[in-house]
């Protein structure tokens, strides 16, 4: 396993080792400007098994929402990543090498939290249901829940994280502000409408086939992927009033340390 003697080579992106485990490794990234996962703060907790590295790592989002938000069309509510190269895609078979490293990994997770995640889908289903929200509801969806679970959620302790990660979000937190307060005043026009209404991911189609007389057909019905589906409406103005209250309280503890 490679060690980052100089901090992780990737932006945004950052790496803290266990002294007492060394197969374990917690890692936080940042969301990109650009991105609907703008400055929000994804804790992924990765696990080498004593098999790797023949043997890919188990990776995992932490910070869902109590198992209820859905990151990412490839990051479920369970922070289950699904991807071939750590073998968690069962559709096709397992593309993990023993030559990949920790980067590799790292690379493979910074991927998904790029702009359009809804392009990230791999089952085809937007063909057959043209009608199911696009990527830019999507897209929005993403914008407020990254604020109120990746941002809020994290900075105001409902996250159990090393300290020395809670050190780093406090800090990016203050560099972010700005840009927090500017996404929710562009978007209080959404205020009041249902997440599940712009969720795609919500409705979703599975795909079945059958096999007949004449021969293979194939049958798709609708089921819902998503066992947790998004609840509640957007809400950016409470968005904005935790960012200010947290805001205000790291304000405070900064004035008790230099009194």
Known sequence: MEE?????????????????????????????????????????RIHFPPS?????????????????????????????ICHTML????????????EFRLL????????????????????????EFPDLPGMEKYNEVIRH?????????????????????????KRRFREFYPCYMKTCTENTRLNGISLNDHDPFSHIVDGLVFITPIGVLPLLRMVNLNPEPREGNFDYSKIQERLHKIKEKLGEKEEEKTA
């Open 4 to 44: 980052f003697k100089e901090g992780c080579p990737l932006p945004y992106t950052y790496v803290y080792f266990n002294d007492d485990d060394i197969r374990k490794v917690d890692v936080l990234m940042i969301g990109e400007p650009h991105t609907p996962y703008e400055g929000g703060f994804f804790y992924f």
């Open 52 to 80: 790797y590295p023949k043997e890919a790592p188990k990776v995992k989002l932490v910070n869902t929402g109590g198992g209820r938000v859905r990151f990412n069309p490839n990051i479920y509510a369970n922070g289950r």
């Open 87 to 98: 073998g968690t895609w069962e559709q096709e078979k397992n593309r993990w090498k023993p």
């Open 104 to 127: 590799d990994v790292l690379l493979v997770i910074q991927d998904m939290l790029q702009e359009n995640p809804y392009k990230k889908e791999p089952i085809g289903y937007k063909k």
């Open 145 to 169: 829940e990254t604020l109120r679970v990746a941002v809020c959620d994290m900075l105001e302790g409902q996250v159990i994280m090393p300290e020395e990660m809670r050190c780093t979000v």
